[in-house]
Structures are given as structure tokens and as C-alpha cells.
């Protein structure tokens, strides 16, 4: 029974916490205020994880440490740095492999589908935090000083995500219009909750997904109007009213709020089909993506519940 550190208690966090736990694994959950799901097998501690020292305490003998953080989306450049660096020299000190959540903004805008090796050509300053902090980490890896790994989903559908489809979700259970600068019908990867995890778990423990980057097993792509009208069918809910928002007014709403003005920098994601190929997770890790109508079936019942 090994000891498995995870920092975060977000939907990934928890998501990977009682995966692990219902393995029968020792887990340690690591927030500020103590959080995280409740289960004889996780013990959590309320702890900054940006403190090194402190952290590397809490991972000594671990086998693996999960960066599952995610800081408030507009102090990325301010935060990131930070607790990335205490994680990766926790990880460098204890032994325990550094497993981290990332996410897709370091390609930028691409045309086609984005593998494992598409160019990280962003532009905007979260992706290239992004990148920065993966270029950090594979270089401590080569130089043989940490192991680690990274996996990269799409926008998240699952219970408790925070995603633009989980906003979506709830106002078409409740026959709400929505109105978002989004193209409803253009081809977009959507990755659930619970296959992060286990790809997570998966890249963390296999020596053969070290030093490397991995792509979440995820669903064919389907566009957002299409996952809004499945939800609202299994939900016996409205047909959906979904209206574009026109870029000035997303711009502007930007002015007041910092959560929108971040999302200027990844409009173009749902401005045009945005794909992602995982074909390689699949092979090498033999995580299968859970089916988009198992997927939304269970965020459904969730989101009813």
C-alpha cells in the first residue's frame, strides 16, 4: 500500500484522492484549508504547498506527488511559478515521481487535431506559464534530478467541473437561455472528469510514461450545441436556447471582471473546431475514454441531484 500525495482539491484532485483511495492506496491531500473528500484512506492537511520545506515533508516516502492545483484563473503568472517550483523540488528532494494536471493553452491556435508533439506555439501569458513550467520540469527530469509527467485534457464535463460546458449545463437543465461567445456548432474534444484521473494515475505509476507528456483519453468530438441538446433530453428539459455572444460584448464584460477578461486570451477555442487526438494515452497507458453519453449521463443525474 503506497502513499500518494496530491496537492488541490478541485474536481481532479478529488476526482484522483478517492480513486486512488477506493484502490485501497494511502492518500494525503494537501490544501490550504484542509479540504478534500472524506474517506478512511485520505488523510488531508491544511498546508501551503508553496512552502517547499513543508511540502517536502509531507512527501517523503510517497511514491507519487499530483500536482492538481489550479490557482484563481487570473493570477496564473503570479502563483504558478511558485507553487510549481516548491512542487518540483519536493518532488527533486523525497524521490516521489511529480504527476502534473495541465491543460491545452500552450499549443495555442491550431489548425487540426493537437497531439503530443503539435508545436507549444501560445502566445497568450497562460500558456506560456503552461509551457514554462512543463520545459522546467521534463529539463530536471533529462538531467536526472526528478521523474515526472504531465497530462493535457480538453475542457472538462463531469460533476463538480468548472469548465464552459459545466456554466453551460446547469441554465439548459433549467430551460434558461444561453448566451456565450462560442460557435454552438463547432467540433470541440471534451474530456471527463474521471478519465483525467485515471490517466493521471496511470502516467504517475508507470515508469514507461516518464518524461513525457500525455493526452486524456477523451470522446470523439461533438459540438457544444450537440452536448446541450443530449443533456436536455436526458433530463426530459427544454429544448436548448443558445444564443452567440458577439466578441465586443465579451470584451467589454472583461473590463469589470477579471474571470472574463481572461477568457479573451482562449476564445479562439470555441470560435472554430478544437481537437484533441489521445490515441497514444490509449496504446501506451490503456485508458479508454468513457463514452460522451455515459459521460453526460451520470453529469446529468449529478446536476439534477
Not at 506555439?121 to 520540469?137: F, H, L, P, S
Amino acid at each position: 500500500m503506497a502513499l500518494h500525495v496530491i496537492v488541490g482539491t478541485g474536481p481532479v484532485g478529488t476526482a484522483t484522492a478517492r480513486l486512488l483511495a477506493d484502490r485501497g492506496e494511502r492518500v494525503r491531500v494537501i490544501s490550504r484549508r484542509g479540504a478534500g473528500p472524506e474517506h478512511p484512506a485520505i488523510e488531508r492537511i491544511a498546508a501551503d504547498a508553496a512552502e517547499v520545506d513543508r511540502l517536502t515533508v509531507l512527501t517523503e516516502g510517497a511514491q507519487a506527488l499530483y500536482n492538481c492545483a489550479n490557482p484563481a484563473y487570473h493570477r496564473w503568472p503570479i502563483d504558478w511559478p511558485p507553487l510549481a517550483g516548491a512542487l518540483l523540488a519536493a518532488a527533486e528532494r523525497s524521490g516521489a515521481v511529480l504527476a502534473t494536471v495541465g491543460n491545452l493553452y500552450g499549443y495555442g491556435p491550431v489548425d487540426g487535431p493537437m497531439t503530443e508533439q503539435t508545436p507549444p506555439a501560445a502566445t497568450g501569458i497562460k500558456g506560456r506559464v503552461r509551457n514554462q513550467m512543463w520545459d522546467t520540469a521534463l529539463a530536471a527530469h533529462r538531467a536526472g534530478r526528478a521523474r515526472v509527467t504531465e497530462v493535457r485534457g480538453s475542457d472538462y464535463v463531469g460533476v463538480d467541473g468548472t469548465s464552459l460546458a459545466m456554466m453551460v449545463l446547469p441554465r439548459v437543465l433549467a430551460g434558461r437561455r444561453v448566451f456565450l461567445p462560442v460557435d454552438w456548432d463547432a467540433p470541440h474534444t471534451w474530456t471527463y472528469i474521471p478519465d483525467v484521473a485515471r490517466t493521471l494515475v496511470a502516467a504517475a505509476t508507470d515508469p514507461g510514461a516518464w518524461g513525457r507528456l500525455w493526452h486524456v483519453p477523451s470522446a470523439p468530438a461533438a459540438p457544444m450545441r450537440e452536448l446541450a441538446i443530449r443533456a436536455a433530453a436526458l433530463a426530459g428539459a427544454p429544448v436548448p436556447r443558445l444564443t452567440r455572444m458577439p466578441y465586443p460584448v465579451l470584451w467589454l464584460g472583461g473590463l469589470a471582471n477579471p474571470f472574463v477578461r481572461e477568457l479573451r486570451e482562449t476564445a479562439y477555442q470555441f470560435d472554430r473546431p478544437f481537437l484533441m487526438d489521445s490515441a497514444a494515452a490509449t496504446a501506451a497507458l490503456g485508458v479508454e475514454p468513457t463514452p460522451l453519453e455515459d459521460a453526460l449521463t451520470e453529469t446529468v443525474a449529478a446536476l439534477r441531484r
